[in-house]
């Protein structure tokens, strides 16, 4: 670890012996302003309420179509972000924390969702069903992002939303505006794979149809 600090001029050494020592992992809360975006960090759980903790995090992200990478270390930091600009926390998805973004910040990444990676499109919404089991947002919030990607041939993403909208429905019974979503995903993408493989088809796709 110490020759990792010299030769990338970075804590390394303090960096890892934090994250191997601390149990857990941060959230990242990233809120808007005129012309930066204010990042905080702090411990994320699923259930109860977590003691103080601070993390080194080495953060990557994505301001526009312009990347770069910083350490947060301390409670916060700011970059720097034209209003109405896309700032994706977490660009490429190095980064072991879960991102939240302000009302602002969701819109604007809804508007660039089309050009997304499919790493990024999978961790936004990796992101967006822990903090649904958080209780850190609700149900409508997190499905217009299912809509926008229930149609997707990407196969992460395939598997990732069947994974997560069957737990989703087995917790109601299969019943309500839960259910009529997994099922709405469920139909799309049968009519996207077949009932049946099909001649030249990707890989993929048997093991897709497999859970559809």
Do not use: C, K
Not at 10 to 21: A, C, F, K, M, N
Not at 26 to 37: E, F, G, I, N, Y
Not at 135 to 161: C, K, N
Not at 164 to 175: G, I, K, M, N, S
């Amino acid at each position: 670890w110490h020759h990792l600090s010299q030769a990338s001029h970075q804590p390394v050494d303090r960096i890892l012996e934090t994250w191997t020592g601390v149990p857990g992992y941060p959230v990242l809360v990233a809120r808007r302003t005129a012309s930066t975006v204010e990042i905080t960090q702090h411990p994320f759980r699923y259930l109860g309420t977590p003691p103080p903790q601070l993390w080194p995090v080495p953060l990557t992200y994505r301001i526009g179509s312009t990347e770069g990478r910083t350490l947060l270390d301390g409670a916060r930091t700011t970059l720097e972000a034209p209003a109405g600009t896309p700032v994706l926390l977490n660009a490429g998805r190095h980064g072991f924390y879960r991102v939240e973004y302000d009302a602002a910040g969701y819109e604007a990444l809804a508007r660039a969702w089309p050009d997304l990676d499919p790493v990024d499109r999978w961790g936004l919404l990796d992101d967006l069903y822990a903090l649904l089991q958080a209780g850190r947002i609700d149900f409508a919030h997190y499905r217009p992002w299912v809509e926008r990607a229930w149609d997707t041939s990407d196969h992460i993403l395939v598997v990732q939303l069947e994974g997560q909208l069957t737990a989703l429905a087995r917790l109601v019974d299969y019943a309500g505006p839960v259910a009529a979503l997994h099922q709405e995903f469920l139909a799309r993408q049968r009519r996207r794979l077949g009932l049946d493989p099909r001649a030249g088809e990707p890989d993929n796709h048997a093991a897709e149809r497999e859970p559809i």
